[in-house]
């Protein structure tokens, strides 16, 4: 069992940056390939960015490519997601979310979730 904690969200200025955290908890947090979801009012929740087991491999959402960067630290159990340029479209919960395999975009193979954290981006 993986428990997922979000922090780093917050309100912040279109153009600004945030940098969001996801500490993880039990398993061996190493096997697991590391997403970022996020969902805003009204929509379904899409995907955003995930890296593989080993931090090697990355794969990015159009919409964020250039501005996101997602990266993890498995000696500290944890995955980041570096954001820059943000934008008012950029507002939403995000979510960080773990799967025992790299590559998948799906929001349904994702095997545990964290609570989330609200990201809001004023103009």
């Known amino acids: 069992q993986v428990q997922l904690v979000e922090s780093g969200g917050g309100l912040v200025q279109a153009g600004g940056s945030l940098r969001l955290s996801c500490a993880a908890s039990?398993?061996?947090?190493?096997?697991?390939?590391m997403g970022w979801f996020r969902q805003a009012p009204g929509k379904e929740r899409e995907f955003v960015a995930e890296?593989?087991?080993?931090?090697?491999?990355?794969s990015h959402a159009d919409s964020v490519k250039g501005r996101f960067t997602i990266s993890r630290d498995n000696a500290k159990k944890t995955v980041y997601l570096q954001m820059n340029s943000l934008k008012r479209e950029d507002t939403a919960v995000y979510y960080c979310?773990?799967?025992?395999?790299?590559?998948?975009?799906?929001?349904?193979?994702?095997?545990?979730w964290g609570q989330g954290t609200q990201v809001t981006v004023s103009s």
């Open positions: 039990g398993g061996t947090f190493s096997n697991y390939a």
């Open positions: 979310a773990a799967d025992q395999k790299f590559g998948s975009r799906s929001r349904e193979r994702y095997d545990y």
């Open positions: 890296i593989s087991g080993s931090g090697i491999a990355t």
